[in-house]
T-cell receptor, first 117, second 114 residues
Framework: ETGVTQTPRHLVMGMTNKKSLKCEQH?????MYWYKQSAKKPLELMFV???????ENNSVPSRFSPECPNSSHLFLHLHTLQPEDSALYLC????????????????FGAGSRLTVL | AQSVSQHNHHVILSEAASLELGCNYSYGGTVNLFWYVQYPGQHLQLLLK??????LVKGIKGFEAEFIKSKFSFNLRKPSVQWSDTAEYFCAVFGRGSARQLTFGSGTQLTVLP
């Protein structure tokens, strides 16, 4: 265990389903991230919640909706996904220093493997 | 925008061979540089990092990397690989003063044959 826990580990859903991925970090970090990992592609940053600020990758479709109720929990709500959204979704956390100089050593969870039928 | 290139998608070596994995980035400012490793069935974990100072950094399990600023490179090396080094290796760059985003390369799959 890394201190970042993701559930579920595996999820199969139809294109009309609504589901959510959950991430919890026990490290006292102040920033949390969602990454998408697809085969043969670079990890794609989807969303960042850092120092209470949300930063998002503008190329992420609106069928992905993040929620960060507090500094320890992060959700990714999924709605009407497409088969090409099948991937490993990684949550990560880090401790951002004040002033945002960005040490940015990430601690990753094990990921949620999503299959969209 | 910053980008990271890992030129080798798959490297196959025999045990005891030397390893060098290439990583080049594009960003003109100050950077933090990282190598992450993902062993089969495991989570991504930090192998080593460079923030400042000595451009030759040492990480876990005998790995090291050298930051060459003039070449925008941060190559990963190990003098003698082991079967247990079989994994996928990711280079990542954080451009300070940029969008404060950690950008990953596409990864290099290393297979070490016993």
């Amino acid at each position: 265990e890394t201190g970042v826990t993701q559930t579920p580990r595996h999820l199969v859903m139809g294109m009309t389903n609504k589901k959510s991925l959950k991430c919890e970090q026990h490290l006292g970090h102040n920033a949390m991230y969602w990454y998408k990992q697809s085969a043969k592609k670079p990890l794609e940053l989807m969303f960042v919640y850092s120092l209470e600020e949300r930063v998002e990758n503008n190329s992420v479709p609106s069928r992905f909706s993040p929620e960060c109720p507090n500094s320890s929990h992060l959700f990714l709500h999924l709605h009407t996904l497409q088969p090409e959204d099948s991937a490993l979704y990684l949550c990560a956390s880090s401790q951002e220093p004040a002033g945002g100089s960005g040490a940015n050593v990430l601690t990753f969870g094990a990921g949620s493997r999503l299959t969209v039928l | 925008a910053q980008s990271v290139s890992q030129h080798n998608h798959h490297v196959i070596l025999s045990e005891a061979a030397s390893l060098e994995l290439g990583c080049n980035y594009s960003y003109g400012g100050t950077v933090n540089l990282f190598w992450y490793v993902q062993y089969p069935g495991q989570h991504l974990q930090l192998l080593l990092k460079y923030f400042s100072g000595d451009p030759l950094v040492k990480g876990i399990k005998g790995f090291e990397a050298e930051f060459i600023k003039s070449k925008f490179s941060f190559n990963l090396r190990k003098p003698s690989v082991q079967w247990s080094d079989t994994a996928e290796y990711f280079c990542a760059v954080f451009g300070r003063g940029s969008a404060r985003q950690l950008t990953f390369g596409s990864g290099t799959q290393l297979t070490v044959l016993p």
